[in-house]
């Protein structure tokens, strides 16, 4: 076994972290990027999930991104230009201010259909076709679609189907297994924690530590881990079990 040591820092950093309007990014930092395009990025580990999840797919010429990673002066503009053009309510529907984008992050990709015009704000993505293929095996590369029609009241922003969230694996499996959104996940694990088979035949158990001011000690057995912060409480924990 091995001791590992959190401050509470660390509570908003990690790839499942939760970033709305009532869970703002701390600072303005900008993450380790990859090019998705010639003029879009997405942070590392995202991008490579999903240029692996198109190619597995087939569909790199048929879906197009639209949107990745924005830095914090972007997302202001893009805010800004939508009140302007928008109005207030469209824009608290479907653009997150200042801060509050996981666009910010890199860990968010909105998507369409390849087509001669395509809508920045609110892209065509539809759930079936191609659309609808890489909605069913987005999961399997870490992917969730983060903004779900019945999940509006949780997740404060409208249906957005071309949206689609990384957080990797297991979590996008138990997440869309259970039909959550992101903002209950961290409940859901610390009411239990999960063991979820994954396809190498191995094991990972995932479970939620919740975190005070002075951070928290775990105790880890020796095998491979991941712990991100919620951006909130805690920390989720992932162990691969029967992993050297």
């Not at 969730?144 to 957005?160: H, P, W």
């Not at 191995?202 to 991941?226: D, K, Q, S």
Request: charged residues 25%; hydrophobic residues 40%; contains cysteine.
């Amino acid at each position: 076994m091995r001791t590992v040591r959190l401050s509470h820092a660390s509570v908003f950093e990690g790839p499942v972290r939760i970033i709305n309007r009532w869970s703002p990014l701390r600072g303005d930092t900008r993450p380790p990027l990859s090019f998705v395009s010639a003029d879009i990025q997405l942070e590392a580990k995202a991008c490579c999930a999903l240029q692996a999840c198109l190619q597995a797919v087939g569909l790199t010429k048929e879906i197009v991104p639209v949107s990745g990673w924005r830095s914090r002066a972007q997302q202001q503009q893009i805010w800004d230009e939508s009140l302007a053009e928008n109005g207030e309510s469209y824009t608290r529907c479907y653009v997150a201010p200042p801060a509050c984008s996981e666009h910010e992050a890199g860990l968010a990709i909105d998507l369409a259909k390849k087509a001669a015009h395509i809508d920045f704000i609110c892209p065509a993505f539809s759930y079936d076709g191609a659309c609808g293929l890489f909605r069913r095996e987005a999961a399997r590369f870490g992917f969730i679609e983060r903004y779900q029609k019945d999940k509006e009241a949780v997740t404060g922003i409208s249906a957005e189907p071309w949206h689609f969230r990384y957080v990797g694996l297991p979590h996008a499996r138990l997440i869309e297994e259970n039909g959550l959104c992101l903002e209950e996940y961290p409940g859901f694990l610390a009411a239990n924690a999960r063991r979820v088979s994954l396809a190498d035949g191995n094991t990972a158990r995932v479970f939620y530590v919740p975190c005070e001011r002075e951070g928290v000690t775990l105790t880890l057995p020796e095998t491979p881990f991941e712990i991100s912060g919620d951006n909130q409480k805690g920390f989720i924990v992932t162990v691969w079990e029967g992993c050297l």
